[in-house]
Nanobody
């Protein structure tokens, strides 16, 4: 059984940084690409970033380019979303998902429970 656990969310001020973690069990982690999505109150869930199985390629939504980075440590079955220069509009529940590096949520098979990020202005 695949388990995806998101963590690291919290309340920060605009301009601060935060690192989200995603730990996966129940599959051979190094074989799978994964992505990060977010859902703000009253909005649809949207793609944020993704990383290929080796970590050699990363992809970002335009609204986070230059501010967020994504990485992974296959030895620890973990991936990370480094968020810098946070803005109030980054407030959302952030989800890690395994199975693809695309922007289409239907391409992903397993999802974390989400972690809340709140940015105060």
């Amino acid at each position: 059984q695949v388990q995806v656990v998101d963590s690291g969310g919290g309340v920060v001020q605009a301009g601060d940084s935060l690192i989200l973690s995603c730990t996966v069990s129940g599959l051979t982690f190094r074989n799978y690409p994964l992505g990060w999505f977010r859902q703000a109150p009253g909005k649809e869930r949207e793609f944020v970033a993704s990383i290929t199985w080796s970590g050699g390629n990363t992809y970002f939504a335009d609204f986070v380019k230059g501010r967020f980075t994504v990485s992974r440590d296959n030895a620890k079955n973990s991936a990370y979303l480094q968020m810098n220069s946070l803005k109030a509009e980054d407030t959302a529940v952030y989800y890690c998902a395994v199975g693809s590096w695309g922007t289409d949520q239907s391409e992903y098979d397993d999802w974390g429970q989400g972690t809340q990020v709140t940015v105060s202005s």
